[in-house]
């Protein structure tokens, strides 16, 4: 399977990784099959994470928070311009006014539960290229549920 960069790096952070015993610096990550060594991208991430915990809460985020949560990764150089394009489009029939023609872009929503669904969904369509972005999606989330 073809993983992207951004993904590794999220994947590293949220996979249950112990610190190396042989590392004094403790930047490398280790798993059951290998190891990974976390790199300065994966520290700036990390940092990312931090400065955003409590700012954006995953189980009830609005489209209009979700589109900055992208932009803000995106400036940061943690993903791509078309992730954060993926990330930030928004088209939820629940979220539709009364009317049905105006999605309420300040009504918060579970977006964990919402991308791990688009996610499924890819994976049992076997749609590759939605399946990266999407997983990347789904690990950022993950951070900051």
Do not use: C
Not at 115 to 132: P, Q, R, V, Y
């Amino acid at each position: 399977m073809i993983v992207s960069r951004t993904e590794h790096f999220l994947s590293s952070l949220t996979s249950d990784k112990l610190p190396a015993k042989d590392n004094q610096q403790g930047n490398t990550a280790t798993d059951v099959n290998n190891e990974v060594e976390l790199s300065s991208e994966g520290s700036k991430l990390s940092e990312v994470y931090d400065e955003l915990k409590g700012k954006f809460n995953a189980r009830a985020m609005s489209p209009n928070e979700m589109a900055d949560l992208a932009h803000h990764l995106e400036s940061k150089g943690i993903i791509s311009s078309s992730e954060a394009a993926v990330m930030a489009f928004h088209l939820d029939p629940s979220q539709m006014s009364s009317e049905g023609k105006k999605l309420d872009r300040d009504k918060p929503i579970d977006q964990l539960e919402r991308w791990t669904g688009h996610l499924e969904f890819a994976k049992n369509h076997n749609m590759t290229e939605s399946i990266e972005n999407t997983q990347t999606i789904v690990n950022i989330l993950k951070n900051l549920a």
